[in-house]
């Protein structure tokens, strides 16, 4: 059982979104950015271990999401949110991490 964990998973989250707000106020975006998307996956991680304490959440990204999304289809307005911030946030987590991905209007 993982239930343990979800606790250290809300504090990275929390800790991830500190460091986003610092990096924002220097104006660091794409170090923001890699931060706000690193806390959103943490408290996705302590949400899919408390509904299912006894599987850890998948590691990559995007399974994860959809793992997600799968667990929470039951509560619309959950599962509707995890969507729109999922399609706002991954491809700014992509910007930020691979060159190949930037375009002229970096974040």
């Not at 606790?7 to 986003?20: D, G, N």
């Not at 006894?54 to 289809?73: D, G, S, V």
Request: charged share 25%; aromatic share 12%; proline share 7%.
């Amino acid at each position: 059982m993982y239930r343990e964990l979800i606790e250290p998973y809300k504090q990275t989250a929390l800790r991830h979104l500190a460091m986003a707000d610092t990096l924002l106020a220097a104006r660091f975006h794409d170090g923001a950015a890699f931060h706000l998307y690193h806390g959103y996956e943490s408290i996705i991680c302590a949400a899919l271990i408390k509904r299912e304490p006894y599987n850890l959440p998948p590691m990559p990204h995007l399974t994860k999401l959809e793992r997600f999304k799968q667990i929470f289809a039951r509560e619309r307005a959950i599962s509707a949110e995890s969507i729109r911030l999922s399609h706002k946030l991954h491809p700014i987590r992509n910007r930020v991490l691979y060159p190949e991905f930037r375009n002229q209007t970096f974040l």
